[in-house]
């Protein structure tokens, strides 16, 4: 056989050997990516979630604090009353008034400011896609999306287990191919 077809023979065998092996890695390489993307989507759906979850404490929280304010207002409202309609006010009568609607004003401060903060989440959420109106089908539809991506993730990840396990074997099999050339090298050396 000439040098230039045993070459030919050569390359075609090495070709043939490599090319599961490159097929391998490209798919694998794509399957990392996929996987990639999967975690990107399930964290972001988890930010989502996260989110919604924050606005509804936001609200729990404004709810509470506007009955406390509703309840702190009245007090110091009958208490000015009480205060007016007594002809020598004491001083602590003057420093229970103080008192308050000075509690009533704190109140009143955070009020506005959970306020601001659900107005400024509700906008966030709304941005997003997210109806505020109908979170509880919302957290649905999340949670739906998030078991879908952690499905995808794990026959994912199944995938490029198998990928990996495949490239073993394709690398065993190159090796067992390279140690026998190796050999016949030798013996036609000798």
């Keep these: 056989m000439s040098k230039s077809l045993q070459l030919q023979v050569l390359l075609k065998a090495v070709d043939q050997a490599t090319r599961p092996l490159k097929s391998i890695q490209q798919a694998s390489k794509s399957l990392a990516g996929d996987i990639k993307n999967t975690q990107q989507t399930l964290k972001a759906l988890d930010a989502q979630s996260a989110r919604i979850e924050g ?39 003057a ?20 306020r601001q903060s659900v107005q400024r989440q509700r906008d966030a959420l709304n941005t997003d896609g997210i109806a505020t109106r109908n979170l509880s089908a919302e957290q649905r539809r999340l949670k739906a999306s998030a078991s879908e991506a952690t499905t995808a993730l794990g ?34 050396n000798t």
């Design 55 to 93: 606005f509804r404490k936001a609200q729990g929280q404004l709810a509470v604090t506007g009955k406390a304010l509703k309840k702190a207002k009245e007090e110091a409202a009958a208490l000015a009353v009480q205060f007016k309609a007594t002809e020598k006010p004491t001083a602590q009568q």
């Design 95 to 114: 420093r229970l008034l103080e008192a308050s609607k000075r509690a009533a004003a704190e109140l009143q401060t955070k009020y506005n400011g959970l």
């Design 155 to 188: 026959r994912q990840r199944g995938e490029l287990e198998r990928l990996s396990k495949k490239q073993e074997q394709v690398n065993r099999v190159g090796a067992r191919y390279r140690a026998g050339q190796s050999a016949t090298a030798a013996v036609r």
